[in-house]
């Protein structure tokens, strides 16, 4: 028998596959257009669903009657959502839907349904705690360390601002929703949905709980997914409609999508974050107090205190206050690296006023304060900040802020940090190799767009010596082995540990057959170039071909299981750094924010795929300077209606407003050797403060609140912000 | 002056219009009140109407004829993904904005959710589905490919058709003329570095077939 299977990463020196960039698996379908998402399908007798949704920001229902709508042309079912006395929180709650032959149908049947509104009294503002009616803004109580009142009396040097991030919308391109056919009732319902989820895994148990119908009897399937960003998981409010929609219509596949007005509205946006900071400290740069309040709103529930504001430094001496603010918007969702970006913003605009207050260049107080950042990432952030300035050229264009020389155009350059854990989820994979070579791996993950298609193959491809192409992988269907939901980076470390796992399991039962043709035990072979081979003896061996024509007509099936609990070592670990410098130009006449140059350094241990990694730091950057300068839900308090809710007015940065963007992936032996860390989110964060920061330094004053459109740069110039 | 110029200031060619789209729908003459509409109306052949149920139409689409029942108010997008199963165009915005949903009608690049599927008809309307295939991807799928300037790819069959409209009308184009020229689709994963590289590539491997326009 073999050894002891051994799992770890081969050495960085000897890999073949892992860390090579080949192009990614799906590129193809998705580049000819033949990738079918789920709001592709086109089903046998499929119907479509349209939903009526409220169009006051808080009201009650006093009365509903569908039977016109019932009646109308080509319509199959009508499903009431919020019967008369239910109350809605937000504009764009499910109030009814219509399933139809056509979409027309349904939307002219929705026009036909009666609903009396009581309207309630609302709140949709935010940013002005000032302006923010008593009953919507709660403390949240004061949290202290050390003696920040000290430390502000012995402070050399203190600064001031303000700060802010609006909410902002995740604005997948495929809205929220799914296909959904349910046949028949109670324990004998079958159910066949085609969502669009970040959570193929966990979505039948959830759908199977709401529906009441046994989780035995629902196939979730999912080949592609046209963004997520953290808002979507679960099976949600239109899953349900959409089931319900199905089964009263006999069991006809129902096809319910959001408009992109409703997807605004209320599928999906990150919570706001405002502050006003103190900083403390000496005249070298040293900080030594921190005095902050904060407020946001996350939507109905209002938001806790963040536990990460200042963020990544530890500030001794600190004293911070929050309040909730409510405010009758959709519920906000998990946005790529939840509340860090706000964070970071946050706390990286409040040092680089403490800097520009003390007379000192950012880069040194970053660097001079890392005492107070997690003992086991100072390194690499010194590390990743002298790289970082270098790539920016930060000492030949860096100019203490305002500096900018005369003319209406100012250059000016902003640094900031972020930080993430992103540590593999548990997962589990299947390895087959089959007796003519060719070699299956199921694992029921998703591929958000981030390579994970890729990536697995890589791995099997390096672990079994064969060439990608020989791989056949199956992912995104509940039939699968057990992988784990798509959030907190945490996609990559699960799915390359798992099928590591199973294709070592299933090479060492390749070994058990084919060792005593070559007169050898087990352990003695491996497996590389399409051979099993003698180690050492490169002449004794099998084509990869042979070896498996031993196996006769039974195929080889191991698992391989990743519990993430202590069994990570060597293979995925969590904590990585990341440092952004924006390089801007303002003209200060009429307030535009042009980017010119931005530079991302990050780590993320093992790195699998450079190519697919690059792409996943430019994704987050330029969503990011989409944040920074044109993004923001506008709700108007008159109404309670979102203004914006299209992609002409809620405004995603284009080809043209990007600049150049620079990334250099940190990939050194003591990152490598911690092994695969996800690295979807680290990107996303530090880019408001970057950019923040470099407007600062160009025109000698802070633009507190993003995005810093126009208008928010000349008032800021004005002294107005 | 640039190709696309120099054909708007000829002869006007018949393409889609609210004026068209009202006629088509038979609105009152009160809202053809208007002195721009008056003049125009003046010009344009007598209205036919239409509707408002469904009508038969045929479609010239990837060089076939299709017939189809629309009624006059459904899109040219909507027609092709939900009656023809044509998906590669994607329904995003649906109000112009985004570009997922571009096509090439009459050798334009429009975008398929502004278009209504009736005023389609005469005209030959190219999809992503009718310029190559996964196993053999046209030039600009192929650079979009190699430029990894796909992550989601919900957005990629739009850009993928914008840029060969784009590239079909100016040779040798610069980086800088990609910000225009495909600044009328977005993308939310962010792979504009991946798309300007591929743009540029797919500019080379399509000059020879660009058959000499140059970019003026």
Known sequence: MADTPNYNWPPMDTRKVIGTRPKRLDGPMKSSGRAKYSSDLNLKDMLHGVYLTCPHAHARVKSIDTSAAEKADGVQSVYVIAPAGTELQWQSAEIAAVAALTEDQARDAVRLIRVEYEVLPHNVLDADLARIAAPYAQKAGERMQGDPDKAFTEAEVVSEGKYGIPVVTHCCLEPHGQVIQWQGNGDGSQIQVWPSTQD?????????????????????????????????????????????????????????????????????????????????????????????????????????????????????????????????????????????????????????????????????????????????????????????????????????????????????????????????????????????????????????????????????????GVPMSQIKLLIGSNDLPRDGSSGGSTTVGGVSTSSRRSSVNALAKLFDVVAPDLGVEPGQLEATEGQIRVKGTPGKSLTWAAACR???????????????????????????????????????????????????????????????????????????????????????????????????????????????????????????????????????????????????????????????????????????? | MSQKDSEHTGKPKRRFSRRGFMRGVGLGSGALGTGLLARDAVAAPPAKVVGPGPVAIVLNINGKPVSLKVEPRVTLCDALRNQLDITGAKRVCDRGTCGACTVIMGGKTVYGCSVLAIDAQGKNIETIEGIGSPEKLHPVSAAFWNNDAQQCGYCTPGFVMACKGFLEEHANPAVEDFKRGLGGNLCRCGTYMGVKAAALEAAKTMAPAAGGKVNG
């Not at chain 1, 039948?204 to 979507?232: C, H, R, T, W």
């Not at chain 1, 407020?295 to 430094?313: D, E």
């Not at chain 1, 405004?651 to 940190?666: E, F, P, S």
């Open chain 1, 200 to 464: 193929v895994t966990d979505y039948a148990g959830d759908l199977g709980q709401s529906l009441k119908v046994p989780v035995n009897n629902i196939k979730v399937k999912m080949e592609y997914i046209g963004g997520g960003f953290g808002s979507k998981f679960g099976p949600d409010a239109w899953a349900i409609t959409g089931a319900n929609l199905s089964q009263k219509a006999g069991g006809r596949p129902v096809k319910l999508w959001l408009d992109r007005a409703t997807e605004q509205i209320m599928a999906g946006n990150r919570p706001s974050l405002f502050a006003k900071v103190k900083v403390a400290g000496k005249k070298d740069g040293t900080i030594t107090g921190w005095q902050g309040e904060t407020w946001g709103s996350g939507g109905v529930t209002g938001l806790t205190m963040p536990n990460n504001v200042p963020y990544v430094f530890d500030i001794p001496n600190s004293r911070r206050n929050h309040t909730q603010v409510k405010v009758n918007g959709g519920p906000s969702r998990a946005w790529r690296a939840p509340g860090n970006q706000q964070a970071s913003y946050i706390t990286c605009a409040a040092i680089e006023d403490f800097a520009a207050k003390a007379g000192l260049d950012p880069v040194e107080v970053f660097a001079k304060n890392l005492g107070y950042a997690p003992k086991a990432r100072q390194d690499t952030y010194r590390f990743q900040l002298a790289k970082a300035a270098e790539l920016a050229e930060w000492k030949t264009l860096w100019h203490p802020r305002g500096q900018s020389g005369p003319g209406p155009i100012k250059r000016g350059l902003g640094l900031a940090i972020g930080t993430w854990q992103g540590a593999g989820h548990a997962s589990q994979c299947r390895t087959i190799i089959n007796p003519d070579g060719g070699v299956r791996v199921e694992i029921d993950t998703q591929d958000l767009g981030t390579g994970t298609r890729t990536v697995i193959v890589q791995v099997v491809a390096e672990t079994l």
């Open chain 1, 550 to 721: 031993k196996l006769g007509t039974a195929s080889i099936s191991e698992m391989g299981i990743f519990t993430a609990r202590g069994d990570a070592a060597g293979m995925t670990t969590g904590g990585v750094c990341g440092v952004q410098i924006a390089d801007v130009s303002v003209d200060v006449e009429t307030g535009v924010v042009k980017m010119n140059r931005y530079t991302a350094v990050h780590d993320c241990g093992l790195i699998i795929n450079p190519r697919l990694a690059e792409s996943v730091v430019y994704g987050a950057v330029i969503g990011g300077i989409g944040t920074a300068l044109y993004e923001e839900r506008i709700l108007d308090q008159q109404t309670g209606k979102m203004l914006n809710p299209d992609m002409e007015f809620y405004k995603i940065a284009g080809i043209a407003d990007v600049g150049d963007i620079r990334v250099h992936l940190d990939i050194r032996e003591e990152n490598d050797k911690r092994g695969v860390v996800g690295l979807g989110e680290p990107p996303a964060i530090p880019i408001c403060g970057a950019i923040g920061n470099a407007v600062a330094n160009a025109i000698g004053v802070r633009v507190p609140c993003m995005p810093m459109t126009p208008d928010r740069v000349l008032n800021a110039l004005e002294g107005r912000a």
